[in-house]
């Protein structure tokens, strides 16, 4: 009879413990599990706050003459080299003077054309 009983009470120790191990397994994967739902929600977000700030600004216009550089280079096409002679060569009475002034080809202004204004 004392045999059974060491046998039972062994078999629940070893349930006891087989539970816990996979209580912490199950813990690890709700670690990775939460990490990766928290990644997948930052870059979420981060897409839909660049979404709402082209958004804001498609309808208006950039102003040439008082662009930033970030700013520049958020237009299509727009490189790094383009928007530091667009900041040199202000200010334009005109967007179209970028052109006529050979700070960018006619082929890229004609892609940011409709984005873009020179106000005085």
Same mark, same amino acid.
């Given at each position: *009879?004392?045999? =059974?009983?060491?046998?039972?009470?062994?078999?629940?120790?070893l349930?006891?413990?087989?539970?816990?191990?996979?209580?912490? =397994?199950? &813990?690890?994967?709700?670690?990775? =599990?939460?990490?990766? #739902?928290? #990644?997948?929600?930052?870059?979420?977000?981060?897409? *839909?706050?660049?979404?709402?700030?082209?958004?804001?600004?498609?309808?208006?216009?950039?102003?040439?003459? *008082?662009?930033?550089?970030?700013?520049l280079? &958020?237009?299509? /096409?727009?490189?790094? &080299?383009?928007?530091?002679?667009?900041?040199a060569?202000?200010?334009? &009475?005109?967007? /179209?003077?970028?052109?006529?002034?050979?700070? *960018?080809?006619?082929?890229?202004?004609?892609?940011?054309?409709?984005?873009?204004?020179?106000?005085?």
């Amino acid at each position: *009879m004392d045999f =059974q009983r060491y046998r039972r009470v062994f078999v629940v120790l070893l349930l006891a413990m087989l539970v816990g191990c996979t209580q912490q =397994q199950s &813990s690890k994967d709700l670690k990775e =599990q939460t990490a990766q #739902a928290t #990644a997948d929600v930052k870059r979420d977000a981060k897409a *839909m706050a660049a979404g709402i700030r082209e958004g804001w600004s498609r309808d208006k216009q950039l102003d040439l003459n *008082m662009a930033t550089k970030d700013q520049l280079l &958020s237009l299509p /096409g727009v490189t790094a &080299s383009e928007a530091d002679r667009v900041i040199a060569g202000r200010p334009y &009475s005109e967007a /179209g003077e970028v052109v006529t002034r050979h700070i *960018m080809p006619k082929t890229e202004y004609d892609k940011i054309a409709d984005r873009v204004t020179a106000k005085k």
